[in-house]
C-alpha cells in the first residue's frame, strides 16, 4: 500500500522552464514533507522541506507547495537547469519520535538545453 | 571527506551466502538507518537505530542482522543471500529522532546470483 505517491515516472522540460513535480498521499497523519534529488550512482540529497503547518516553503529555484485538503504537493524548480536532470523523490513523515521517512518512487526530470 | 560512507560499493555473491556492508558517519548524528531500494525503485525503511539502540526494525527477514558498534557505524549483515535480496542499499543519518534531515550514503549494489 503506497501511502507516497509519485505518478509520472518521468518529466521532460526545456531548460529555462519551470519544471512541476507531482506528489499524492494518503495519511491524513503525515507532518512534515521533504523532497530529495537522486543522481545516479549517488545517494538521495536533501533539497527542500515543508512542515504542513505551511502551505508554501521557498529556497533560491526551488519552491514546495503543500495542500492539505487534497493531500498534494508539488515542487516548482524555476528556472530549470541542465543541472537539475536527476531522480527526484518525495517523502513524508508520519510525525511523533520517529524519524522514519516513507518515499514515493522517484519522478525522473530531464532538463534538455 | 564523506559524510556518510558505505563499502563496498558493489557486491556480487552467490545465493546462500554471508555478507556484510559496512556504514559510517562523521556528522556526528545520532540516529543511523537502512533503507532498500528495490526493483521497483521504492526507498524503503528497514531499520533505525538511535544512539547505539534499535528503534525501528520493520518487516525484514531475521537473515538479515543490523550491529551498531558505536553511534557512528551501522553495519548490516546478511545470511544466506537470496536472489530477491538483490537491491540497492542505503545507508543514512540524521540528528536525532524526529530529525528529518536525512544524509545518504552513496548506496551498495548487492547483486545476488
Known amino acids: 500500500d503506497q501511502q507516497v505517491k509519485q505518478n509520472s515516472p518521468s518529466l521532460s522540460v526545456q531548460e529555462g522552464r519551470i519544471s512541476i513535480l507531482n506528489c499524492d498521499y494518503t495519511?491524513?497523519?503525515?507532518?512534515?514533507f521533504l523532497w530529495y534529488k537522486k543522481y545516479p550512482a549517488e545517494g538521495p540529497t536533501f533539497l527542500i522541506s515543508?512542515?504542513?503547518?505551511?502551505d508554501k516553503n521557498e529556497d533560491g529555484r526551488f519552491t514546495v507547495f503543500l495542500n492539505k485538503s487534497a493531500k498534494h504537493l508539488s515542487l516548482h524548480i524555476v528556472p530549470s537547469q541542465p543541472g537539475d536532470s536527476a531522480v527526484y523523490f518525495c517523502a513524508a513523515s508520519p510525525g511523533g519520535s520517529q524519524g522514519n521517512l516513507i518515499f514515493g518512487k522517484g519522478t525522473k526530470l530531464s532538463v534538455k538545453p | 571527506d564523506t559524510a556518510v560512507s558505505q563499502t563496498p560499493k558493489y557486491l556480487v555473491t552467490q545465493m546462500g551466502n554471508d555478507k556484510s556492508i559496512k556504514c559510517e558517519q562523521n556528522?556526528?548524528?545520532?540516529?543511523m538507518y537502512w533503507y532498500k531500494q528495490d526493483s521497483k525503485k521504492f526507498l524503503k525503511i528497514m531499520f533505525s537505530y538511535n544512539n547505539k539502540e534499535l528503534i525501528i526494525n520493520e518487516t525484514v527477514p531475521n537473515r538479515f542482522s543490523p550491529k551498531s558498534p558505536d553511534k557512528a557505524h551501522l553495519n548490516l549483515h546478511i545470511n544466506s543471500l537470496e536472489l530477491g535480496d538483490s537491491a540497492v542499499y542505503f545507508c543514512a543519518s540524521s540528528q536525532g529522532e524526529g530529525q528529518y534531515g536525512y544524509t545518504f550514503g552513496s548506496g551498495t549494489r548487492l547483486t545476488v546470483v
Open positions: 515543508i512542515s504542513s503547518i505551511k
Open positions: 556528522l556526528g548524528h545520532d540516529t
Open positions: 495519511n491524513s497523519m503525515f507532518d512534515y
